[in-house]
T-cell receptor, first 109, second 114 residues
Framework: QKEVEQDPGPLSVPEGAIVSLNCTYSNSAFQYFMWYRQYSRKGPELLMY????GNKEDGRFTAQVDKSSKYISLFIRDSQPSDSATYLCAMTGNEKLTFGTGTRLTIIP | DSGVTQTPKHLITATGQRVTLRCSPRSGDLSVYWYQQSLDQGLQFLIQ???????AKGNILERFSAQQFPDLHSELNLSSLELGDSALYFC?????????????FGPGTRLTVL
C-alpha cells in the first residue's frame, strides 16, 4: 500500500463548477500538507500549505485536513479554464516530501 | 518562474549510455532535491543535498548518483540507461533543507531513452 493515495482522474468539469480533489494517507507522522499545481510540461508549484486540521482558504481555493481520518482535500470554487492542470498532494513529517500521483483536471469552457 | 534552472530541457539517448543533468538552485538556497516523475509512479524523491553534503536518500538506483558543488549547483548522473529510465527529472530547492519548508521546482529535464 502506498503511503499517499490520490485518484489520478482524469477529471473534467464545466467552467464555474466546484472541484473537489482528495488524498488519503497512512503515515501518522505526516504533519504538514501541501497542494502543488503542475501545468503541462512545467515543474510543480506550491498552491496551498496547511499544518493543522481544519480549513485554510486562499481566494477560490480551500484546503481541508482531517488528521483523524488521514484525509485531505482541495476545493476549487468558480473553476476557470486556467485551472486545468495536474494537482498533486504532498505531505511530510519534516523529512522527505511524499507526493500523491496527481489528479489531472480539465475545466471545460 | 521559480528561480530554479535545469539543463538540458530535453535529452534523447540510447540504452546503456550515461547522461548528466544539471540544476542551479534559487539564489540563497542551500538545499537541492532531485525527483523522477513517470506516468505510472508519480513524483518520486531520489536524493537531497544540503550545502554540499548528502542529507537524504530516496528511491535512487545504484546506477544513479548526484553531487552538489561548492557553488551549490547540483548534477544528477544516470548511467547504464534503460528504457524504464525515460521520465521527467525535476530539481527543487529550498533554503533550510527541512521537509516542511516549501520546495521550489525547476522546469525539469525530459529524458528519453531509446
Amino acid at each position: 500500500q502506498k503511503e499517499v493515495e490520490q485518484d489520478p482522474g482524469p477529471l473534467s468539469v464545466p467552467e464555474g463548477a466546484i472541484v473537489s480533489l482528495n488524498c488519503t494517507y497512512s503515515n501518522s507522522a505526516f504533519q504538514y500538507f501541501m497542494w502543488y499545481r503542475q501545468y503541462s510540461r512545467k515543474g510543480p508549484e506550491l498552491l496551498m500549505y496547511t499544518y493543522s486540521s481544519g480549513n485554510k482558504e486562499d481566494g477560490r481555493f480551500t484546503a481541508q485536513v482531517d488528521k483523524s481520518s488521514k484525509y485531505i482535500s482541495l476545493f476549487i470554487r468558480d473553476s476557470q479554464p486556467s485551472d486545468s492542470a495536474t494537482y498533486l498532494c504532498a505531505m511530510t513529517g519534516n523529512e522527505k516530501l511524499t507526493f500523491g500521483t496527481g489528479t489531472r483536471l480539465t475545466i471545460i469552457p | 518562474d521559480s528561480g530554479v534552472t535545469q539543463t538540458p530541457k530535453h535529452l534523447i539517448t540510447a540504452t546503456g549510455q550515461r547522461v548528466t543533468l544539471r540544476c542551479s538552485p534559487r539564489s540563497g538556497d542551500l538545499s537541492v532535491y532531485w525527483y523522477q516523475q513517470s506516468l505510472d509512479q508519480g513524483l518520486q524523491f531520489l536524493i537531497q543535498y544540503y550545502n554540499g553534503e548528502e542529507r537524504a536518500k530516496g528511491n535512487i538506483l545504484e546506477r544513479f548518483s548526484a553531487q552538489q558543488f561548492p557553488d551549490l549547483h547540483s548534477e544528477l548522473n544516470l548511467s547504464s540507461l534503460e528504457l524504464g529510465d525515460s521520465a521527467l527529472y525535476f530539481c527543487a530547492s529550498n533554503s533550510l533543507g527541512g521537509g516542511r519548508d516549501t520546495q521550489y521546482f525547476g522546469p525539469g529535464t525530459r529524458l528519453t531513452v531509446l
